[in-house]
């Protein structure tokens, strides 16, 4: 098949299939809900013992769920919204992020052969009829993404037709002790994006799936597109191994990518969902390359990070973000900015404040950023 070499022979990338879950619960539904209410899903852990942690809250399911069981479950979620029959999963490739396994290390080595990422990746294929799962992201925060960037670049390029892309996280003990030691997280139980006095990030569940399709394809079988996915954008800054560039320099080029590859300006974005996770450094950095991107519109484009109510969801935030970005597109509503104290001068932006702001965006914009400065950007488009 050739590969399209101009923007006007690019196939455009919709979704026609989403399912997602937080700690809030399962189901898109349950999502919107909470997003409208714009109550925090913070509480104290009770999934194992972190008594002997500076910070004991995070945002979870109660009990103990399995990843690969509430994998395969959103992973038939959005196959079955989007209407595809067995047939036509089994054509289909999955792309997907996960974190990593800390219970793989620890096994014996003559075991950890069948245990890795990809195994992992496959076994999800397997179990819910898809044609097999060439790549698996762990690249952090940024790996849901940039797994949503490489599809669309798939389909844009008319190599694949449908790709579903499937990410998820559950709150654990090792990462949240691995947090809780680097004093990343928050001590007060709460995540407060882009404010005052805030004090870290809070981990969350979060387990989604999307399938995102050309619309030419999805028009030959009938498929009502959910949204269009119109624009990606990825940088890397290399500033620093933890810390994002404080002029927000690779976050700001990943935006101007995006909007670039979208055909949009920065005055047509809507809403910003951005990555906000509640720390010093990101939430400057990000403010910085908003500004930057921006220009003269930053102070007028509505932003707010939904980490502050869902937790940061690691591996899988953009693409938990993706579908909060969708739903957004949807109702008409901004979801609050919540945990909010007071403006910080290194924050100043339109933040959405007390609660939801009724708007109905044509365009929005998701930004996603990682350890070792790597920053993802995301366009999407109401249908």
Request: charged content about 20%; glycine content about 12%; proline content about 5%.
């Given at each position: 098949m050739?590969?399209?070499t ?34 925090p ?6 999934r ?11 945002a ?29 999963a089994?054509?289909?490739p ?22 890795h ?6 076994a ?15 690249n ?12 669309a ?23 949240h002790?691995?947090?809780?030691a680097g004093r ?29 399709e ?5 028009g030959?079988?009938?498929?009502r ?5 119109l ?8 500033y ?11 976050m700001a080029?990943?935006?101007?990518a ?15 969902n ?18 930057l ?6 102070p ?6 939904t980490?502050s ?10 693409i ?64």
């Open positions: 050739p590969v399209p101009t923007a006007a022979d690019r196939e455009e990338v919709v979704v026609t299939g989403m399912s997602v879950t937080t700690a809030f619960g399962r189901g898109a539904e349950v999502l919107r809900d909470a997003l409208a209410a714009g109550r899903a913070f509480a104290e852990i009770t194992f013992d972190a008594g002997r942690r500076r910070s004991r809250h995070a979870h399911l109660p009990g103990s769920p399995v990843l690969g069981d509430e994998l395969a479950s959103v992973v038939d979620g959005a196959v079955a919204q989007a209407g595809m029959a067995a047939d036509l089994a054509g289909t999955l792309l997907f992020a996960r974190h990593a396994d800390a219970e793989w290390a620890r096994r014996p080595l003559s075991e950890q052969g069948g245990h990422h990809a195994a992992s990746g496959s999800l294929a397997a179990a819910t009829g898809l044609r097999g799962c060439p790549r698996t992201y762990t952090a925060c940024v790996a849901a993404s940039t797994a949503i960037a490489d599809a670049a798939l389909i844009a390029a008319g190599r694949e037709e449908r790709v579903v892309v499937a990410g998820g996280y559950l709150v654990d003990p090792d990462v002790a691995l947090f809780d990343a997280l928050a001590t007060d139980g709460a995540l407060r994006s882009f404010s005052a006095g805030r004090k870290g990030l809070l981990i969350g569940d979060g387990v989604a799936a999307v399938v995102l050309s619309a030419s394809a999805a030959r079988r009938g498929a597109p959910l949204t269009r996915l624009g990606w954008g990825r940088a890397g800054d290399a620093h191994v933890c810390q994002p560039h404080p002029e927000g320099l690779g080029r990943a935006i101007t995006a909007l670039g590859r979208a055909g949009r300006a920065p005055e047509q974005v809507d809403y910003v951005a990555h906000g996770t509640g720390t010093p450094y990101n939430d400057s950095a990000e403010t910085a390359a908003v500004h991107a921006f220009g003269e519109h930053a007028k484009v509505p932003v707010s990070s980490k109510l869902t937790g940061h969801t690691l591996e899988a935030s953009g938990v973000e993706l579908a909060v970005s969708m739903l957004v597109l949807q109702d008409g509503r901004l979801p609050v900015n919540a945990g909010y104290l007071g403006e910080d001068p290194a924050c100043r932006l339109d933040l959405v404040l007390g609660e939801a702001r009724p708007l109905r965006p044509r365009t929005v914009l998701s930004l996603n950023a990682a350890f070792g400065g790597a920053n993802t950007a995301l366009v999407l488009e109401a249908i």
